[in-house]
């Protein structure tokens, strides 16, 4: 192992551990000492780094609160507070939300759905730009403290990025920053439709994040509030049970088992990472 602090080679595995059990190392060059986790994300943890991944994980996915958390997991003998769930949210939604974004780079439809949504930060309305296909997949999210031009060509390059291809049509509402936005970011050839009824899936998709927000009772930061939003959109479309239009939806135990496997991917992507 290399390391960390001066990238030398000539390190060797001492015969002692950290006591979470991580392996420590020593350096022939620079004299120091480090384990497994110095210089990652997981370094100065004082709680395994599965249970600190499923503890934002679930604070992502379920309406659980921050105490909630702490209680639940003090009844299976770990001990950390409320503040300590922050922190963690803090430090890993950025990077389990960039670790699936990566993962679906390139398989986005052609045919795009986007809207804005209300997300109150500090008292004060917000604007989340989301986008789906037409099979109801994430294409991108992003949080803007303003609704205009500016912002709609700033989500759309974002979505251009994750897609890698520019859509064959875009359906909005009817704001009226969106053509020039989709006209001078994806291209003149872009069919663009304005129909509110044409773009009720995208309407119906903003259920996911409201009801996951409502009990959040608002964020404190336009950073917290984008921080959470992506995280949260990036992991209800990697456990989305349908992927295509009119796929058959599998009985509960082959949803389950799905589930399973999909969650035991993420987490050894996240503990590789």
Sequence with gaps: MNCPHCAATTTRELMKTTQLGYR?????????????RTGTPYNYLEVPTDIVLLV?????????????????????GFEFTHEAVREWEARFASLLADHLRSKRKGRVGRSWHADETYIKVRGVWKYLYRAIDRDGNLVDSMLSEKRDMDAAKRFFRRALDVAEQTPERVTTNGHDSY????????????????NKYLNNRIEQDHRGIKQRYYPTRGFESVESASRFCRAFDEQRHFFRVRRRMGERVPPLAEQRQAFCARWTALMNGLMSA
Aim: aromatic residues 10%; positive net charge.
């Design 56 to 76: 934002v994980i679930w604070r992502l996915r379920y309406k659980l609160s921050l105490r909630d958390l702490a209680e639940m997991f003090l009844e299976r």
């Design 179 to 194: 053509p020039r936005a989709i006209r001078e970011t994806l291209g003149g050839e872009v069919t663009h439709r304005c």
């Design 24 to 36: 420590i190392f020593h350096c022939a060059v620079c004299r120091r000492q480090f384990n497994e």
